[in-house]
């Protein structure tokens, strides 16, 4: 992505509903669900909820907000907006994790922006999402930058032959204990699953300090995603 698009940060809270949220009445359960999609949507410029259970056993949902981030405050515009859109709600919901971070130009890539680098802000998505924090070790930074490029272009060749996955790169240094979220768009999850065995290979594979735990979601419209939850 280029300094001309702009820079975004996208946040990603993996919830579940708690047990007096399952004790309410259907009609009750469907008015939370409205107040809070109209508070999520008025502190995010996008905003897209995921299924997750039964792909994990101790979350429901996960809730992509993104907002443009090129002015200073826009962090805590948005965070201070999410608060509020969530805690009267709380007694009903339990955030499980929370993953957050800012878009920029990658270093490694001459490219203004890849074809395949998701837009946080298109008005539809893939039916699958993926998600999970990523941490390289110390021993990457100390190589000359010659040598990370290298591994970096094998790691692009890679995920070159799978053009219809999408990626955003989210950087999180200094901000929360990942330096970068990842994060995939697909329609076949099995293609995914190939790209990650492939990538296990690579040279680049042995600086991974961590990249876990992986969320894995469905894409509807959020009320839709809301509805399966009455």
Known sequence: MSESVGRSLNHYAVASFTKPYWALPRDEK??????????????????DIYQVFPMEHAADLLVWSAVEADEPGAAFEF???????????????KLTATLWGYTRPSQYSKAQRSTQEIDAFAAERKRYLT?????KTAEWYLLPREER???????????KQYPEIMQLLLYSFGVQDQEFVVVYEMEDLRRFSDLVADLRAVEGRKYTERDTPLHTALWRPPEE??????
């Open 30 to 47: 469907e008015r939370l669900h409205a107040a809070w999609l109209d508070g999520l949507r008025t502190a995010a410029k996008k905003l």
């Open 225 to 230: 995603t809301l509805a399966l939850f009455r």
């Open 79 to 93: 965070f201070d907006a999410f608060a509020r859109a969530t805690n009267p709600f709380r007694q009903y919901l």
């Open 131 to 135: 998600i999970y924090p990523f941490v």
């Open 149 to 159: 490029q290298r591994m970096m272009n094998e790691h692009i060749r890679v995920g």
